[in-house]
């Protein structure tokens, strides 16, 4: 009897073996051998058409829009009488903040309220006189300065009184508060401080290669680390045509909308601008692209598990993904991680594609696969050859004792 014997090859989780066996048979010694061909693991990603925006990143400082000082209008010092509001207080315009002490304002107010009196009655008095005669024309003006300048003095009176009550010049929220019962409200120092924190403006810069490509109205998108990861949405309202001769770039202000308030004043904001669009074309990652002898290539999946090194031209970037002009097609599969050995030719089992795991694990496995199965084939031809020629040797036999069985007979 013969022995048959076939080395087995184990496919590591990387690695695919393939094998030729040659078997043995009695009287003479067949050699075995293998060849191992090791394929290298990549991700790979499918080359697809989108459109794509090239940004710039900016970052800057939140701040209200509006921000006004509130300063009691005296002309000396007035004491705080009440005080209505305290930092933190949403405030409309034209509430009261706060009440000064009026006594001597409205003392004022009448005094000058009598002279008033006093004075239109005497103009009224003379005008009639000047119809018949009995004043002259220089006195009726006399009479008629007295009235304007009584008048002007209720006036000034009358806004003094009205000043004792302080209000909001607008609505917002009040952000600071140096008013206390008591104390004394003068014009050198702010009663109060109130923001309209509705609206946030961002204060930022760009520089002279992309200042020309934004506008004012163009959206952006801003986001703020320290309220929350997700993107909120914002608009251009300035751009400044003076550089900053500190930073070299150009003021720009971002406008964005403060829902329930739930933003404050002096957050770092970063913001994604887009500077540049292109409509359609064939994006890939930065990482799947190599520099062979300082030219990009990017290495493209072949059907039989090898890859191809293509130059490519490339377009517009973000740093991130490149636009690729020349070099790639649509539905390429190129190598995007492992991508650093690579020469043209190379084998490779793609571990994942577009970010999902593959079970097949490479072309060579089906190579070293079909190879077992053409052992697996010869060694049935083999032994099924075997059987044959058994079956013959016995049924000879027989015959051969028949044959010398008759012989003598014949004699």
């Not at 048979?25 to 991700?43: A, F, L, M, W």
């Not at 990482?287 to 517009?316: R, W």
């Amino acid at each position: 009897m013969k022995t048959h014997t076939v080395k087995k090859a184990a496919v590591l989780t990387l690695s695919a073996f393939l094998m030729t066996s040659v078997l043995t048979g009695c009287g003479n010694k067949d050699v075995v051998q293998e060849t191992v061909v090791s394929t290298i693991p990549v991700t790979a990603e499918t080359v697809i058409m989108q459109d794509f925006d090239k940004t710039v990143t900016l970052g800057g400082l939140t701040a209200a829009e509006n921000t006004v000082n509130v300063i009691a209008k005296v002309s000396g010092m007035e004491q705080i009488k009440a005080v209505n509001v305290k930092v933190g207080d949403k405030v409309r315009a034209g509430q009261v903040l706060a009440v000064l002490d009026s006594e001597l304002s409205s003392i004022t107010l009448n005094n000058a309220q009598l002279q008033y009196d006093n004075a239109y009655t005497n103009y009224e008095n003379g005008k009639q006189l000047f119809e018949l005669g009995a004043v002259s024309q220089n006195e009726l003006n006399q009479l008629k300065m007295a009235f304007e300048s009584a008048n002007n003095q209720m006036r000034q009176a009358q806004m003094s009184v009205d000043y004792a009550t302080v209000t909001a010049p607008i609505s917002g929220t009040v952000t600071m508060s140096n008013a206390n019962v008591g104390s004394y409200a003068t014009a050198s120092a702010p009663m109060f401080e109130i923001a309209n924190v509705e609206t946030l403006e961002i204060s930022t810069g760009i520089n002279e290669q992309n200042v020309s490509k934004i506008a004012i109205g163009q959206e952006v998108l801003l986001r703020i680390n320290s309220y929350s990861d997700q993107w909120m949405s914002g608009r251009i309202t300035e751009i400044s045509k003076v550089m900053n001769t500190q930073t070299k770039n150009y003021p720009v202000t971002i406008a964005m909308e403060n829902k329930d308030d739930a933003l404050v004043a002096g957050m770092y904001a970063e913001i994604e601008v887009v500077v540049d669009h292109a409509a359609g074309v064939l994006v890939i990652p930065v990482d799947a692209i190599v520099y062979k002898e300082a030219q990009p290539v990017v290495f493209v999946v072949q059907p039989d598990g090898t890859v191809k090194e293509s130059h490519v031209v490339l377009g517009m970037n973000d740093g991130d993904y490149y636009v690729i002009d020349e070099g790639l097609n649509l539905g390429d599969q190129i190598v995007v991680k492992g991508n650093g050995d690579l020469v043209n030719g190379s084998a490779v089992t793609v571990v994942t594609l577009d970010g999902v795991a593959q079970d097949y694990i490479g072309a060579a496995d089906d190579v070293a696969t079909e190879n077992n199965e053409e052992i697996t084939e010869e060694n049935n031809e083999e032994m099924n050859e075997e059987t044959n020629t058994d079956s013959t040797d016995e049924n000879t036999e027989p015959s051969d004792s028949a044959d010398n069985t008759a012989e003598p007979s014949a004699e």
